[in-house]
């Protein structure tokens, strides 16, 4: 049986460390209906920072105004101290923030390398030091690099939708709900891999429901309810919070 190492949390950046990514009073609606309601988000470079919530918090949403998919109905969203909130979102990727969507939402009639190679539409084409690291983190993509990727697993579809956006050399990596539909040892391995990807230099946002998993890996995190924030602090404070325990864990307080 395959041995699964339990994500470590990587050596947490100061407290100095420069705020790479400010959401500054971030309202964002749908129609009538607030899905953001004012919230303060800040994380610093080289941090990994856990975004929880349950369905329906904001959490999907966030990550979408910051990747330039959805435009704030007021509030800032800054990367490297520049505005970028109502950029068009191929900017986006061109400023060095990635996405990896809920859904995974592979090009399913592509080549996993052709899925790859898409990720590096903004050189031009995709430089082979970027595709060996790719291939590299996620050797199952390596096995499977002529395979169609509709044909993938929905483990193999997650790592493939991550190294696609990887490909694009983020300095930010947004990831969400990586976890999700996935069997216990193959997010073991995942969550791995993103401790990985932060050792290497990559900053990452983590959207996730796997409250636990999420919490040992981030060095921070954030609590969404309907639209808000309503916790926050080091990661290790609230995997330990009673009120996270009972409400995400399923313990009692």
């Known amino acids: 049986m395959t041995s699964v190492t339990e994500p470590q949390l990587a050596p947490a950046p100061t407290t100095t460390a420069p705020a790479m990514l400010e959401l500054a009073g971030l309202h964002v609606s749908y129609g009538a209906i607030a899905a953001l309601k004012g919230i303060d988000v800040t994380v610093r470079r080289g941090e990994v920072v856990a975004l929880l919530g349950a369905n329906g918090a904001g959490k999907s949403t966030t990550l979408r105004t910051i990747s330039g998919l959805l435009r704030p109905a007021s509030g800032e969203v800054r990367f490297g101290g520049q505005r970028i909130d109502g950029v068009p979102a191929h900017q986006v990727v061109g400023l060095g923030i990635g996405h990896s969507p809920e859904g995974r939402r592979v090009f399913a009639e592509m080549t996993v390398l052709e899925n790859l190679r898409m990720g590096a539409y903004r050189f031009g ?8 690291r790719v291939l590299t983190l996620f050797p199952r993509l390596a096995e ?4 169609i990727a509709g044909t993938l697993s ?3 579809q997650q790592m493939l939708a991550i190294g696609r956006a990887l490909m694009g050399r983020p300095e930010l990596l947004l990831l969400d709900e990586p976890s999700m539909g996935l069997a216990p040892i193959i997010v073991a391995q995942l969550f791995e891999i993103i ?10 946002l983590l959207v996730e429901q796997n409250a636990a998993q999420a919490l040992k890996l ?7 309810e309907t639209g808000e924030i309503r916790m926050h602090g080091p990661a290790a404070d609230l995997l330990h919070d009673p009120r996270i325990r009972e409400a995400y864990l399923g313990e009692g307080a």
Do not use: F
């Open 125 to 132: 084409k995709a430089d082979h030091v970027d595709l060996d």
């Open 218 to 224: 981030a060095h921070r995190g954030y609590v969404l």
């Open 154 to 156: 929905g483990g193999e």
């Open 144 to 147: 499977r690099r002529r395979q």
């Open 195 to 204: 401790r990985e990807i932060n050792t290497q230099g990559t900053t990452v």
